[in-house]
């Protein structure tokens, strides 16, 4: 699989930052397999004043389509966390299909294993879960995705596994209803961590 060079921080040039616990860089990498737990919007107003096209970067790395990312930066400034998600969550139930291919592809670029193969497991499980994934890519043409935020790690193999079997008795139609959501949880979880990660004023 395709991996991407390590990214920059994609606000950090755009926003002056000190070296104090207050005053960190917004990271944007992709988060684990099980998603981000809800954090503080401590980095909200870093997020309302940054460049356009730095906050649109950074956005990216939550949900790969562009129509997404211009959307929610050029609503800015938000007054809360809430209002920031609900955003997020509106756009992303209006994703036309071309938006949704185009944020899917962008998963398989994803700097890391499958989902679930690193998760805890035995050998056989790691090798039915990698024949699941290439069988759902055969039938969909594109990546599995699953959001697994409140999910332990031990349990992680296990659901997806299941959840790549399930699905792949959908139509394509249905998968793709089923898979633009599950990629609105995903996006939702981390941008929760992109501004909870961000630098405060």
Known sequence: MPTRPPEEDPLASDIPTDHSPDHVGI???????????????????????ADPG???EALLACCGSHRWALRL???RPYPDLESL????????????P????????????MPQPLLGMRAPGSQAAHTALR?????????????????????EPEEMLDTVLTSIR???TNEPDEERLVAA???????????EHLVASSSSA
């Open 131 to 151: 024949a699941a994934h290439a069988a759902y890519e055969s039938r969909f043409g594109h990546v599995f995705v699953v959001s697994l935020f409140g999910i």
């Open 166 to 168: 399930t699905r792949l």
């Open 98 to 109: 071309s938006d949704l291919a185009e944020a899917l592809a962008d998963e398989s670029w």
């Open 54 to 56: 730095a906050a649109e």
């Open 85 to 96: 998600l609900a955003a997020a969550s509106e756009a992303s139930y209006d994703l036309r």
């Open 73 to 75: 930066t050029a609503h």
């Open 181 to 191: 959501e599950e990629l609105r949880r995903i996006a939702l979880h981390r941008l």
């Open 27 to 49: 990271p944007a990498p992709r988060p684990t397999e099980a998603d981000c737990p809800a954090l503080p919007a401590v980095g909200l107003h870093r997020f309302n004043e």
